[in-house]
């Protein structure tokens, strides 16, 4: 298996200069490409690190954390809503821009511990419980209801549901997907796989899975 991409067959959505250097290194398999990085790519894309080699070092002393688990392997990869953590006082949350890119944005440190989650799937299990399938991979039993398409906030690392927005008028998205990608709005209506929200004074209209579920009347955490 290849251990380097070449910089020109990288996903478009990847914040990548493709001119500069002929390879960058490839993430681990898991997580969809278009939306992950090696954590390796990540420090030098973000001015932590200025060579692979530099990256390696610093993820191998054991200073990196994702989601609040030390990492020692620099092709890990880092997908939506991933928080990075490098000591001592960097952290890092993952999410996408309106044109489409990975972006890594600084966050307080406290909140490495807080992450919004879709509910992808989800089975009734024994005694009645119902297993939640997240977007990120995570599986979490509770006995409370959720649909699919709503999202949860959870606490790292005992993935502890805090708090739960569901897919409907008033609560806010972010669209991942479409023309209006990067956009934050209001749901103003849900009809079948069709979705229109307000950015402001304007109206937009997309499909319902490209709503990924922020909070209520705001952004739950900083993006």
């Not at 977007?135 to 906030?153: A, P, Q």
């Not at 956009?183 to 004074?201: F, M, P, V």
Request: with cysteine; aromatic share 4%; glycine share 6%.
């Amino acid at each position: 298996m290849k251990t380097h991409l070449k910089l020109v067959a990288t996903p478009k959505s990847w914040p990548v200069l493709r001119k500069t250097h002929k390879f960058i290194t490839k993430p681990r398999t898991g997580k969809p490409l278009e939306h992950s990085m090696a954590i390796a790519t990540i420090l030098k894309q973000t001015g932590i690190a200025d060579t692979t080699r530099e990256a390696k070092k610093i993820i191998q002393q054991k200073l990196v954390s994702i989601d609040c688990k030390i990492t020692t392997d620099h092709k890990l990869p880092v997908s939506f809503m991933d928080t990075v953590h490098i000591k001592p006082d960097m952290t890092l949350r993952s999410s996408i821009t309106k044109k489409g890119k990975l972006q890594f944005t600084q966050i307080a440190e406290k909140e490495q511990t807080q992450k919004i989650c879709r509910i992808i799937n989800k089975h009734t299990i024994k005694n009645g419980k119902t297993q939640l399938n997240l977007s990120d991979g995570r599986n979490i039993i509770t006995d409370k209801k959720y649909d699919v398409g709503d999202s949860v906030l959870i606490e790292l690392p005992k993935q502890t549901i805090k708090d739960h927005f569901k897919l409907e008028k008033g609560n806010t998205a972010l669209l991942v997907g479409g023309r209006h990608t990067g956009t934050t709005a209001i749901i103003d209506e849900i009809q079948g796989e069709r979705i229109w929200l307000k950015e402001n004074e304007k109206r937009i209209e997309t499909l319902v899975k490209f709503a990924y579920i922020i909070g209520k009347d705001k952004p739950a955490l900083k993006l």
